[in-house]
């Protein structure tokens, strides 16, 4: 605010402020004169603008009209021609939905063909293996009556020794199934209504022979009985 420092320095604080908005009230005026005045010549050039293109339109009024029917007549032909466009188009559009979703599908069905040799693959690769229940008959704990209970309860084949079945240590009564014993080959016997493969777990030798013949790996029995464990862990070896 141009007011001079040694007048600030004599006046009271109030008179100094209604000084400094009569200053301010004082420019805000000078400027809307100043653009009032710069408003007046640029209305009169707009007026004159207008006038002049008046004038103008209304010289060329004929021939707008000639010009403009002749775009009327373009505009329709354009709009024919593009519906025409627009219908190539979607035609364009509607095919490559085709192609695309026939391409889907191909891939979907190869991708399902492809699952099923894996799987059938992985099925054919899995190992088969068969488990076979092995009683370790320790004296005095019931295996002999396991051993009955399994064979006429349940009609299991039992490979077992002597020392488990009464009906395998009372065979050499019966001269037949004590021949059946000795032969190399394994298989079924029946004897007492009970079923036993033709081997005695109860020594080295049977356990030599029934690895020989393949006791495990041809699924003979249905439960191994052993008396000694050390034995019966060569089957499996």
Known sequence: VPIPAEYANFVELSEFADAVAAVRAHRQQRQQQELGQERLPNQR??????????????????????????????????????????????????????????????????????????????????????????????????????????????????????????????RGNDAALASRFRDPTLYTVQTGGEQYVNVDLDSLEGVQRAVGGKLIGKDLADVVAVPDVRLGSLLFG
Do not use: Y
């Open 45 to 170: 050039t707009r007026r004159r603008r207008r006038l002049d293109e008046n004038n103008d339109n209304d010289a060329d009024g004929s021939e707008n009209d000639r010009e403009g029917g002749i775009e009327a007549e373009d505009e329709k032909a354009g709009e024919g021609g593009g519906g025409e466009v627009d219908e190539d188009e979607e035609e364009e559009e509607d095919e490559m939905k085709n192609v695309i979703e026939g391409a889907w599908e191909e891939t979907k069905l190869a991708r399902e063909g492809e699952q099923e040799d894996k799987k059938e693959k992985q099925s054919s690769n899995l190992l088969k293996v068969n488990h076979i229940p092995f009683f370790w008959h320790v004296p005095r704990t019931g295996g002999t009556t396991l051993s009955a209970l399994l064979a006429r309860c349940h009609g299991l084949v039992q490979a077992t020794s002597s020392f488990s079945s009464p009906r395998l240590f009372a």
